[in-house]
């Protein structure tokens, strides 16, 4: 058996491929959703990663069209699961698992004490790794590149109508924020994530800042557009690397943290209630320091990291988790909400 996962510490684990026969490097990192896996599958946040699935079984229900993604592919650079289902049964399957990732070239193994393998992950934090499937390859960090960069569209795309436009910057968007804003009668401008809509005279009420890959101070084009909607108190929401870069762009501080939050039963409070939420989130980036006229606006209720941010006087907001869910819980659709009252 030369299929293997070495971690950067030096441990070892053997496999069984399933997808495609290469070798991968990108920072392993693992999610605890149940389900959902070609939501995040084809999520652009995790551009670079080598995905752990911490729920033992994968592939059961198989992968459904297209128009069900996240995104236009696979974005993970490999997957690692406890026990693979090569036999999928779902009225909206259209191919298996492996198939898929043979179709899309990614690589796959099956490990089967993935709980080990999280653990090891929790105690030491996220680390480079790679699959290693008859060529030996380097060790890379994807969080040196601008991940947001590779991911974002070249161009701008127009979708829904409505009387009021939202410019949406693209850091590597979840599909599911711009159902969400559509079905809310906006009109959305997607644009690339160094596209100035100020500098381009387009005529828009509401900014979002989207989710994203990697490390939120490599945006930096993106912060500089961020602190003009600043200056021109124009309305802002900011979602998973969203919250980073509006913190950044308002004079605050991000920080890597050891293992992040992936999966979709994350916990979190806002602050001054008594009410909990259960959300979908993926990231391994945080807000460290609020920016000066924010608050705190949520807080991880499992390690009390921030959540949230909202100015105290102006249409300023950001979410560190997903309220467009896709996988996952619908408890904060709402906020979306929240972002159109502000316009």
């Known amino acids: ?71 236009d592919k696979i974005q993970v650079a490999g997957l690692i699961v406890s026990s693979y289902i090569d036999t999928p049964s779902h009225h909206a399957s259209l ?24 653990i090891n992950l929790r105690q030491k934090g996220s680390l480079p790794g790679k699959i290693v499937i008859n060529k030996n390859i380097r060790f890379e960090d994807p969080n040196l590149s ?39 009668k906006v009109k959305v401008i997607l644009a690339p994530w160094n596209f100035d809509p100020f500098a381009e005279k387009i005529k828009f009420q509401g900014l979002l ?18 602190k003009k909607a600043l200056i021109n108190n124009m309305p802002i929401f900011g979602i998973c690397l969203g919250n980073q870069i509006l913190a950044l762009s308002a004079g605050g501080d991000t920080d890597k943290m050891k293992f992040g939050h992936r999966g979709q039963n994350q916990p979190v409070s806002r602050l001054g209630s008594k009410k909990c939420f259960l959300t979908t989130q993926n990231h391994g980036f945080e807000v460290k320091k609020v920016p000066q006229g924010f608050k705190p606006w949520f807080v991880n209720l499992n390690d009390n990291t921030n959540e949230g941010i909202v100015h105290k006087s102006k249409p300023f907001m950001s979410v560190q988790f997903h309220p467009e869910s896709c996988p996952g819980p619908l408890d904060t659709g709402w906020l979306f909400d929240e972002f159109i009252k502000n316009i």
């Open 209 to 226: 800042i989207s989710n994203g890959p990697g490390n939120p101070k490599m945006c930096v084009e993106t912060i500089a557009i961020v």
């Open 95 to 118: 191919k298996s698992l492996g198939k898929w990732l043979r179709d899309e070239n990614i690589p796959a193994l099956e490990i089967r004490d993935t709980r080990a393998l999280a």
């Open 146 to 184: 601008n991940l947001v960069a590779e991911v974002s569209v070249k161009r701008p795309k127009i979708y829904g109508k409505g009387s009021k436009t939202v410019v949406v910057l693209d850091c590597g968007i979840k599909r599911n924020i711009i159902r969400e804003l559509v079905e809310r």
């Open 1 to 71: 058996m030369d299929k293997k996962l070495i971690l950067k510490s030096g441990k070892e684990y053997k496999g069984r491929s399933f997808g495609a026969d290469k070798s991968a490097a990108g920072e392993l990192v693992f999610a605890t959703g149940m389900v959902g896996y070609v939501e995040s599958l084809t999520d652009p946040s995790y551009r670079g990663q080598i995905l752990v699935m911490t729920y033992p079984l994968l592939g059961n229900y198989g992968v459904p069209d297209k128009s069900n993604w996240e995104s």
